[in-house]
């Protein structure tokens, strides 16, 4: 299904981080091989919707999740330097931020605990969530999940009526990545991952 931006939308990155350029630690292997470009396409694709040529506003917005790991073996901990030199919970070079684009930082596998994510997406009046990022399985499966629990794009038809106006989540599976794990190959748990949410949003 084509996306379209007829409702204010948020596209929602999740821990694009250089502590995921580890390269035993996450696993041996990463699904999707083309996601750099993918997601670095999608942003850039966003981006420009929000460039509006007659600087009216457009009631989009970009919103990068980053994770701060408390574990410190974690290459996404504060303390963890790559071996190039970067901070390991710094954003990865295609995915950096701009000074207008909200940060917000979780501790644990969904971008809504301990945050500020559900009041954000309800203060801008959010109906449309385009999801992306690391990884599949863990932090992009739970905030999926959890955003469609919570119905942070769902707005009720009348005012303390039971019926609900729902709006959409989508999970952008090209834009998504994981990793090898339990004698699974990356590529499979991908797939795996992406079809387990199939219908459940």
């Not at 999707?32 to 007659?54: A, D, G, H, V, W």
């Not at 930082?105 to 999801?131: D, P």
Request: glycine content about 8%; aromatic content about 6%; charged content about 15%.
């Amino acid at each position: 299904m084509p996306l379209t931006f007829n409702h204010p939308t948020a596209l929602l990155l999740i821990d694009n981080q250089n502590g995921f350029t580890h390269p035993t630690h996450w696993g041996p292997s990463r699904s999707n091989p083309n996601y750099e470009t993918n997601i670095q396409s999608l942003l850039t694709t966003f981006r420009n919707t929000l460039t509006c040529p007659t600087g009216s506003p457009t009631h989009h917005e970009i919103i990068h999740i980053f994770h701060s790991s408390t574990t410190p073996t974690s290459p996404l901990h504060p303390i963890y330097i790559t071996p190039t030199g970067e901070k390991g919970i710094d954003p990865l070079p295609i995915c950096t931020p701009l000074p207008t684009e909200k940060q917000i930082w979780k501790h644990v596998n969904s971008s809504f605990i301990g945050t500020e994510l559900e009041e954000y997406l309800r203060e801008k009046g959010i109906r449309q969530l385009i999801v992306a990022g690391l990884t599949t399985d863990h932090c992009v499966s739970t905030t999926v999940r959890m955003a469609a629990n919570l119905g942070v794009v769902d707005r009720p038809v009348r005012t303390g009526g039971e019926e609900v106006d729902k709006g959409r989540i989508v999970l952008v599976s090209d834009a998504t990545a994981t990793f090898a794990k339990g004698g699974w190959d990356a590529e499979t748990v991908h797939q795996v991952s992406v079809a387990s949410l199939d219908g459940e949003y």
